[in-house]
């Protein structure tokens, strides 16, 4: 089975900056599209950010355009997300997906889930 490990996350002040990372142990990621979502106690799962199998292709929640970045590095096996002028209210857990659809922002779209990182923001 696809497993997946986040990694990255942490306590930063707000207008900080956090890449998170997502990796496979074992296979490859370059046939799956890879998600971005996070989830806040209390709240719902939301996505944040997707990027294609071929990684030409990325889309971001608008709560986040303009401030996070997702690529991927196949040589690496990786995909990162870059996030800057951190804001409170990006506190969740954040974690990172895989589908062999075609990626989006949709929690059903994906089927492997990591674990999980810890993000917060806070003064």
């Known amino acids: 089975q696809l497993q997946l490990v986040e990694s990255g996350g942490g306590l930063v002040q707000p207008g900080g900056s956090l890449r998170l990372s997502c990796e496979a142990s074992?296979?490859?990621?370059?046939?799956?599209?890879i998600g971005w979502f996070r989830q806040a106690p209390g709240k719902e799962r939301e996505g944040v950010s997707c990027?294609?199998?071929?990684?030409?292709?990325?889309n971001y929640a608008d709560s986040v355009k303009g401030r996070f970045t997702i690529s991927r590095d196949k040589t690496k096996n990786t995909v990162y997300l870059q996030m800057n002028s951190l804001k409170p209210e990006d506190t969740a857990v954040y974690y990172c997906?895989?589908?062999?659809?075609?990626?989006?922002?949709?929690?059903?779209?994906?089927?492997?889930w990591g674990q999980g990182t810890q993000v917060t923001v806070s003064s």
């Open positions: 990027i294609s199998s071929r990684g030409g292709s990325t």
């Open positions: 997906a895989a589908g062999l659809r075609i990626g989006s922002l949709n929690v059903g779209e994906y089927d492997s």
């Open positions: 074992k296979f490859t990621l370059d046939y799956y599209a």
